[in-house]
């Protein structure tokens, strides 16, 4: 990871109907007087390490972050106003397979566990006592809990959920699926009120697959039901009310949330692309991509991009705009009413990550190269650098690219 400090130019007015700084900075600072007065964490047995501020040694002998001492400031010398990133912390590990953000933190999928960390650096909890030949998949948190999928490095071994207390870091109930050979990927988890939902599958063409749909009791980790697919690859699990849409390839099942029972079945193309619902309204598809009103799923408006949406990213849903990535390096925003392109820039690779900032969508591509664009109007505003990175989440001003955290300085902002 290249841990240079990241200075670009951005116009004197790509700044305007955003966000105030002072709002960020308000909330940065309320999460970490939040953190302190929270204590030592109490996870025991499991590997969760006591709570620690950023730079702080840990007690497990390593250090939590790696601190900023040795990295090198690097001036511009464009004229204009400009933002600045300034490394802030850093997640232990030399590389973090997943990275999810959260409302006030972010969870780093380790070679080893899973760590989270507040916006400020502070670890909250690490998960290390993982089972022996699992490798972490995806990371789901929301209310208090915290859904690992764990993939096995045999497929003859069922997928493992691991679901933890997100404050904690201790460990609820865990999930093991089928050991057919069929079932050893997580393909997604969504976490609803009552249940926890999980999707695994294999690999191999679509008319091998037999991908399994399981709802797990929130409380007690008991099955609830389960829906097995004849076909296809479960892209993503979208609940809305007392419905659960399960998006395959080339469908959309709608299935009662309490029953596991299918309500319909849509016949649409979303391919591999994962979907994003906002306020009543799902976002998603391969090639046009949609927006679909819930539950009945009825067609709100489609646009034909220029070439396939990115497999690899979920739509980004803002108050006015829906963006999206492309195969082909596209980074688009469309107006979240009507579909009509407000604006479209393009990359040097493949989209392989998107992430909303506070007034910014930061991008990865497949050249090894981070972006950021300004949500309003599309200016970009850094391009840099990133080897081997793989992952990104942001919070606010701060962004999280592979296990590298940075905090946005808008140093000549009035």
């Known amino acids: 990871m290249n841990r240079r400090t990241l200075l670009a130019t951005?116009?004197?007015?790509?700044?305007?109907?955003?966000?105030?700084?002072?709002?960020?900075?308000?909330?940065?600072?309320?999460?970490?007087?939040?953190n302190t007065k929270k204590g030592p964490g109490t996870g025991a047995g499991d590997g969760a390490d006591t709570t620690e501020t950023a730079n702080a040694e840990s007690t497990d002998g390593t250090e939590s972050t790696d601190g900023t001492e040795s990295s090198e400031d690097t001036e511009s010398t464009d004229e204009g106003d400009t933002i600045l990133l300034e490394p802030a912390w850093s997640f232990p590990e030399g590389f973090v397979t997943h990275l999810t953000a959260g409302t006030d933190a972010f969870y780093g999928g380790l070679h080893d566990g899973v760590e989270k960390r507040s916006i400020d650096g502070t670890r909250r909890w690490r998960k290390t006592d993982l089972p022996a030949s699992y490798r972490v998949g995806p990371v789901v948190a929301g209310g208090d809990l915290a859904a690992i999928g764990l993939e096995p490095d045999d497929e003859s071994t069922g997928a493992r959920l691991l679901v933890l207390d997100d404050d904690t870091g201790d460990v609820r109930f865990e999930h093991d699926a089928p050991a057919d050979g069929s079932h050893?990927?997580?393909?997604?988890?969504?976490?609803?009120?009552?249940?926890?939902?999980?999707?695994?599958q294999g690999s191999g063409s679509g008319d091998d697959q037999r991908p399994r749909v399981t709802a797990l009791d929130r409380g007690t980790g008991d099955v609830r039901w389960t829906v097995d697919l004849t076909d296809g690859f479960v892209s993503g699990l979208v609940t809305h009310e007392d419905h659960l849409f399960v998006t395959v390839t080339d469908q959309v099942l709608d299935v009662d949330l309490a029953t596991g029972e299918r309500n319909r079945t849509h016949d649409v193309y979303w391919g591999f692309a994962t979907p994003t619902v906002a306020d009543g309204t799902v976002y998603g598809g391969n090639d046009p991509i949609e927006a679909r009103t819930l539950p009945d799923f009825a067609s709100?408006?489609?646009?034909?991009?220029?070439?396939?949406?990115?497999?690899?990213?979920?739509?980004?849903?803002?108050?006015?705009?829906?963006?999206?990535?492309?195969?082909?390096?596209?980074?688009?925003?469309?107006?979240?009413?009507t579909g009509d392109v407000r604006w479209n820039e393009r990359t040097n690779g493949k989209i392989l990550g998107l992430a909303r900032g506070r007034d910014v969508v930061w991008v990865l591509d497949g050249a090894e190269l981070a972006y950021a664009f300004d949500l309003d109007d599309g200016t970009q505003l850094t391009e840099t650098e990133v080897e081997d990175s793989r992952a990104l989440a942001a919070i606010d001003d701060v962004v999280v690219i592979g296990n590298e955290a940075y905090r946005v300085d808008r140093t000549t902002e009035s």
């Open 10 to 34: 951005i116009g004197v007015c790509s700044l305007g109907g955003c966000l105030r700084l002072d709002q960020a900075e308000t909330a940065i600072a309320g999460t970490a007087a939040a």
């Open 300 to 337: 709100k408006w489609r646009h034909e991009p220029l070439s396939d949406v990115s497999g690899q990213t979920s739509p980004i849903v803002t108050d006015d705009s829906v963006l999206f990535g492309t195969d082909a390096g596209h980074v688009v925003s469309l107006g979240r009413s």
């Open 184 to 200: 050893w990927r997580t393909a997604a988890v969504t976490l609803a009120s009552e249940t926890v939902v999980v999707a695994t």
